[in-house]
């Protein structure tokens, strides 16, 4: 399964120019030390693995951002196709593809 998901602290501490970075750095950091295949992007971060541990991955940094804020913003949306890996990159591929086949 991939799941992309946006996840920012709301509340609570906060850096001093009202941004969120540092705590969604924690997410990412979380997110990379899986193992798990993960992409992180200006507005998510996709992951890639069986619905167990991905879903472990997303609650441990949910469980991580509400240690230091009242309430976490949590948006995640999952792609569930078994018996297939490496759609982290193959998707894209697919697309780059088409683009190729199309371009005059």
Do not use: Y
């Not at 941004?19 to 992007?41: D, H, K, Q, Y």
């Not at 982290?88 to 371009?103: M, P, S, V, Y």
């Amino acid at each position: 399964m991939l799941a992309a998901f946006s996840i920012s602290p709301m509340g609570g501490d906060q850096s001093p120019d009202g941004g969120v970075a540092a705590a969604v750095a924690e997410a990412v950091a979380i997110v990379r030390a899986s193992g798990l295949p993960n992409e992180t992007t200006s507005m998510f971060t996709t992951i890639e693995g069986e619905w167990d541990e991905v879903m472990g991955v997303i609650k441990a940094c949910v469980d991580r951002l509400a240690e230091s804020a009242p309430r976490v913003s949590l948006v995640v949306k999952c792609d569930i196709r078994p018996g297939h890996t490496g759609q982290l990159t193959a998707k894209l591929e697919r697309i780059e593809q088409h683009l190729r086949d199309n371009d005059h």
